[in-house]
């Protein structure tokens, strides 16, 4: 079954602890991304990756870090969590085409994230 | 830069009625369109996508948007709502040629009232 999958679903942190939410797709996707949601926002997109090693920064990148060692891994990193990080952060894949016919974006569950 | 705007944070409809969501963008180049559905608890969902080809789309749960140029619009209808709709939908538009930065709106919650 194709899918994204986000460890953990909820995670309660404290200030300053560094964290890292993983997220793996099974679908030999080039793009990943991450975004958080917070209410009346929508989606932000932090950080995306159009292939391995190749990661960018999205709209609200600070106080975040990834990587993108493997096609299917893309973890999000946390150095020192704040509280205004508490969010809802979903990762995404989608197939990279110039077409844009294949641009369906995967989501991943989510990670409730709150940092006391 | 590309923008989408999402009327009505909050949309209330009683079953059986029409659904209407609203969406307009802004784009300098001719956009993607995509509408996404979240059910409580879960990730993002397509619903449908406009690229290129018939303006009116119909996607999965009897739900169809149709893009007007002249009006920058990508509003999402349904002609009979179920309990079932009652989710948040988010707009997103991409800018062609490949480049994937995708920009969503803020989001609409439909209640289905019985």
């Known amino acids: 079954e194709a899918q994204v999958t986000q460890n953990p679903r909820y995670l309660i942190t404290v200030t300053g602890k560094k964290l890292t939410v993983t997220c793996s797709q099974n679908m030999n996707h080039e793009y990943m991304s991450w975004y958080r949601q917070d209410p009346g926002l929508g989606l932000r997109q932090i950080y995306y990756s159009m292939n391995v090693e190749v990661t960018d920064k999205g709209d609200v990148p600070e106080g975040y870090k990834v990587s993108r060692k493997e096609k299917r891994n893309f973890p999000l990193i946390l150095e020192s969590p704040s509280p205004n990080q508490t969010s809802l952060y979903f990762c995404?894949?989608?197939?990279?085409?110039?077409?844009?016919?294949?641009?369906?974006?995967?989501f991943g569950q989510g990670t409730r994230l709150t940092v006391v | 830069a590309q923008s989408v705007t999402q009327l009505g944070s909050h949309v209330s409809v009683s079953e059986g009625a029409l659904v209407l969501l609203r969406c307009n963008y802004s784009?300098?180049?001719?956009?993607?369109l995509f509408w996404y559905v979240q059910y409580p608890n879960q990730g993002l969902q397509l619903l449908l996508k406009y690229t290129t080809g018939a303006t009116l789309v119909k996607g999965i749960n009897g739900f169809e948007a149709e893009f007007k140029k002249s009006e920058t619009s990508f509003h999402l209808t349904k002609p009979s709502a179920h309990m079932s709709d009652a989710a948040e939908y988010f707009c997103a538009v991409i800018l062609s040629g490949g480049y994937q930065k995708v920009t969503f709106g803020t989001g609409t919650k439909l209640q289905v009232i019985p």
């Open positions: 995404a894949s989608s197939l990279f085409s110039s077409t844009v016919l294949n641009t369906e974006a995967f």
């Open positions: 784009s300098s180049v001719p956009p993607y």
